[in-house]
T-cell receptor, first 110, second 115 residues
């Protein structure tokens, strides 16, 4: 089983749609969780951290379920500019090691 | 926030040669890392670059193949030695500004093609 698993997609959605990505992680000792965005041929950049209580940043909502070892990202009112690959990232507790999922590719269509 | 620059941005190399990638941060940072992203794959940590001492390598990566230097808190290099086509990948340097496991910042990456 992969340490961090994501559905690779692609998810093709029309502008204005709501789309959700899921991610599962295998190490129950993981302590920090993130969603990164990677545009084609670019480096990954932090989209948002994921907190136990769930958190929202504009059109983006992230949630963490520690019991199920599951992270989600919800994007509302999708824009063309949201087209990218979204990487689920988990930090193993007590280390500086970040484990990256393979990413979920999103295409927002006009 | 600190600015990180990485070079070369891309290179095409012959089998059996070596290439050194440089990473420069415009302020002192504690933790620096080197990642590899193979085509269609996720990022894999190669090693943690330790200032003034040998790098800490992850399973599957060895110093002879990927020697790393970190002479100070702003600079690091990764060498890909005795290259083969399987080494064709994007190599990314990254850093944590402090000791907390927060946002990881990345350089723009070095796209390496080995013929």
């Amino acid at each position: 089983r992969k340490e961090v698993e994501q559905d690779p997609g692609p998810f093709n959605v029309p502008e204005g749609a709501t789309v959700a990505f899921n991610c599962t992680y295998s190490n129950s000792a993981s302590q920090s969780f993130f969603w990164y965005r990677q545009d084609c041929r670019k480096e990954p950049k932090l989209l948002m951290s994921v907190y136990s209580s769930g958190n929202e940043d504009g059109r983006f909502t992230a949630q963490l379920n520690r019991a199920s070892q599951y992270i989600s990202l919800l994007i509302r009112d999708s824009k063309l500019s949201d087209s990218a690959t979204y990487l689920c990232v988990v930090n193993e507790g007590g280390t500086y090691k970040y484990i990256f999922g393979t990413g979920t590719r999103l295409k927002v269509l006009a | 926030s600190a600015v990180i620059s990485q070079k070369p941005s891309r290179d095409i190399c012959q089998r059996g040669t070596s290439l050194t990638i440089q990473c420069q941060v415009d302020s002192q940072v504690t933790m620096m890392f080197w990642y590899r992203q193979q085509p269609g794959q996720s990022l894999t940590l190669i090693a943690t670059a330790n200032q003034g001492s040998e790098a800490t390598y992850e399973s599957g990566f060895v110093i002879d193949k990927f020697p790393i230097s970190r002479p100070n808190l702003t600079f690091s290099t990764l060498t890909v030695s005795n290259m083969s086509p399987e080494d064709s990948s994007i190599y990314l340097c990254s850093f944590l500004p402090g000791l907390n496991t927060g946002e990881l910042f990345f350089g723009e990456g070095s796209r390496l093609t080995v013929l």
